[in-house]
């Protein structure tokens, strides 16, 4: 069964820190993973996206890497700032058919992370 | 600027109304999509379609209904809504499937 699993469930943070999110998958035949940001009451904007043959890929602050081998994911956040309290979620595509059978986008039920001052 | 927008960011309906979600995109994506996000279960895709006049069913599509009639325009239809479609509706269009999708601000519907 494709599954995303997402941990910590939520974490709580000092301003200036680092923090690191892990992303776990079962999801086959795999085709790319995203991080997504979603702040509170609005929709999730793409932070990253990964395809099998990349380990690394950065967004300012925001550094995913890629595990294909251990179906493994993180998201490293570097110097925090407030503005980073959200959820990210992580969100991996199989490979898909036209026709075929249902979702193939399997999303993680994100982790939620507070920043405080 | 991309942009996916949704009629409306709250609405509260009656048991057994009708409702009609609205989602229009810019980009001239041929994909769209329909997730419905509770806490503690992420989103999970309802519906979604790649080209109009096309839909297919995602993981949850009972009790709801879609309609592609223009490559703009995706609606979610609730044909007779119940307390438990209670949630956080969202819409998404992307280029190709599985690729960078883009998401509306969401719908928060309440069912009374």
């Known amino acids: 069964k494709n599954q995303v699993e997402q941990s910590p469930q939520s974490l709580i943070i000092l301003e200036g820190k680092n923090c690191t999110l892990q992303c776990n998958y079962t999801v086959s035949p795999f085709s790319n993973l995203r991080w997504y940001k979603q702040d509170t009451g609005r929709g999730p904007v793409s932070l990253t996206i990964m395809t099998f043959s990349e380990n690394t890929k950065s967004n300012g602050r925001y550094t995913a890497t890629l595990d294909a081998d251990t179906k493994q994911s993180s998201l490293h956040i570097t110097a925090s700032q407030l503005s980073d309290s959200a959820s990210y979620i992580c969100v991996v595509s199989a490979l898909w058919v036209r026709g075929s059978s249902a979702s193939k986008i399997i999303f993680g039920s994100g982790t939620r992370l507070s920043i405080r001052p | 600027d991309v942009k996916v927008t949704q009629s409306s960011r709250y609405l509260v309906k009656r048991t057994g109304e009708k409702v009609f979600l609205e989602c229009v995109q810019d980009?001239?994506?041929?994909?769209m999509f329909w997730y419905r996000q509770d806490p503690g279960l992420g989103l999970r895709l309802i519906y979604f379609s790649y080209d109009v006049k096309m839909k297919e069913k995602g993981d949850i599509p009972e009790g709801y209904s879609v309609s592609r009639e223009k490559k703009e325009r995706f609606s979610l239809i609730l044909e007779s809504a119940s307390t438990n479609q209670t949630s956080m509706y969202l819409c998404a269009s992307s280029l190709e499937e599985g690729v960078e999708a883009f998401f509306g601000q969401g719908t928060r519907l309440t069912v009374v």
């Open positions: 980009m001239d994506h041929e994909n």
